[in-house]
């Protein structure tokens, strides 16, 4: 059983930044490809960036590419998304979920474990 929390939500102006972190409990987080996903009000939870478990193959989705870095400390049993030139569309609940596969999976019907979210709110 994993368990995930996320931290690092919050209100933020267009153009800023935040830090999304998501801690795991259990000793196996390493075996552990993760990925953040978002769903905004009224739409379905959609893929943000993913990680394999050694933390060397990242994946993005095209509209954060450029903007969104996900990376992992296996060491803390952490995972972050660091978020830069946020836009309004950004807004969204963030969730952190974990797969016991070690490939990064873009499909959430992949992942095994989920955190409750944060919000993520960027104003114009």
């Known amino acids: 059983q994993v368990q995930l929390v996320e931290s690092g939500g919050g209100l933020v102006q267009a153009g800023g930044s935040l830090r999304l972190s998501c801690a795991a409990s259990g000793r196996t987080f390493s075996n552990y490809a993760m990925g953040w996903f978002r769903q905004a009000p009224g739409k379905e939870r959609v893929f943000v960036a993913g990680?394999?478990?050694?933390?060397?193959?990242?994946k993005y989705t095209d509209s954060v590419a450029g903007r969104f870095t996900i990376s992992r400390t296996n060491a803390k049993n952490t995972v972050y998304l660091q978020m830069n030139a946020l836009k309004p569309e950004d807004t969204a609940v963030y969730y952190c979920a974990a797969d016991r596969s070690t490939a990064v999976q873009v499909d959430a019907r992949s992942y095994n474990y989920w955190g409750q979210g944060t919000q993520v709110t960027v104003s114009s």
């Open positions: 990680i394999s478990s050694s933390g060397i193959r990242t």
